[in-house]
């Protein structure tokens, strides 16, 4: 049974006056910072990671841990919000913004979608144009601290504006791409572009995530 339909028909949380505009409907605030994700969490000698880039670009990239640590560093403090109810306020974190990072390949003037590939197996589209704002990063720090190996070390992507399944942990590989192409979640009827102001969970109008989903997992 697919994921998305083990989570239809269930309470759904107040919408919380006190927040106003900040809290999208749906949500609730927590200041822990739960850990969910698919299958194991991986391992790495960071002398062997890498950071591959292909697709719609001049020319095939692949980039190591230090290539990535020696462009401009940026810090965000951003609200996450994550698709099974959760909103944390006042995240710090610290990478590489992708509009920096762009200035290390050729992405040709084909490309309009993203495909951000990580560990094990996962993936999820992304509008190029999303990347463009001034907000997104390759993360490698939360709270001056590297990522714990549960929130994506070395590197995850951070997009805070839509629910927290795009913001890809343990990044491995970017595609640009002509054409949008669904990800991982995305063929599991998840939403295809998953703004969190809008409600954008489920690619199915009945659908439904429970209000206790993330209270069941662990946390940092």
């Known amino acids: 049974m697919k994921k998305a339909d083990r ?10 006056e006190k927040y106003g505009d900040r809290l999208p409907p749906g949500q609730t605030l927590t200041k822990k910072f739960p850990i969910l994700h698919e299958g194991e969490v991986p391992e790495y000698d960071l002398d062997k990671w ?3 880039v ?13 290539d990535l640590m020696r462009m401009p560093q940026t810090t965000i403090v951003r609200d996450i919000h994550c698709v099974t109810r959760w909103s944390k306020f006042d995240n710090s974190f610290t990478g590489v ?3 920096d990072f762009l200035k290390e390949i ?22 190029l144009e999303d990347l463009l704002k001034d907000d997104i990063l390759i993360a ?6 590297p990522l714990t190996p549960q929130h994506g070390y070395p590197f995850r992507l951070i997009v805070p504006h839509l629910y927290f399944w795009k913001s890809v942990k343990w990044i491995r590989g970017i595609e640009f791409m002509k054409e949008d192409r669904q990800g991982f979640w995305e063929r599991n009827d998840f939403h295809n572009y ?3 102001f809008k409600e954008e969970r489920f690619s199915v109008e009945d659908a439904y995530m429970p209000e206790d989903e993330w209270q069941k997992k662990e946390f940092d």
């Open 194 to 196: 998953g703004d969190p």
């Open 97 to 99: 913004k992708f509009t």
């Open 7 to 16: 989570l239809k028909k269930a309470k759904v949380p107040p919408r919380n």
């Open 140 to 145: 490698h720090s939360y709270d001056g601290k």
């Open 50 to 52: 890498s950071l591959k």
């Open 106 to 127: 050729g992405v040709k003037d084909t490309a309009k979608y993203v495909m951000v590939y990580g560990d094990y197996d996962y993936d999820s589209n992304i509008p």
């Open 54 to 66: 292909f697709g719609e670009v001049e020319q095939e990239v692949v980039f190591n841990y230090e």
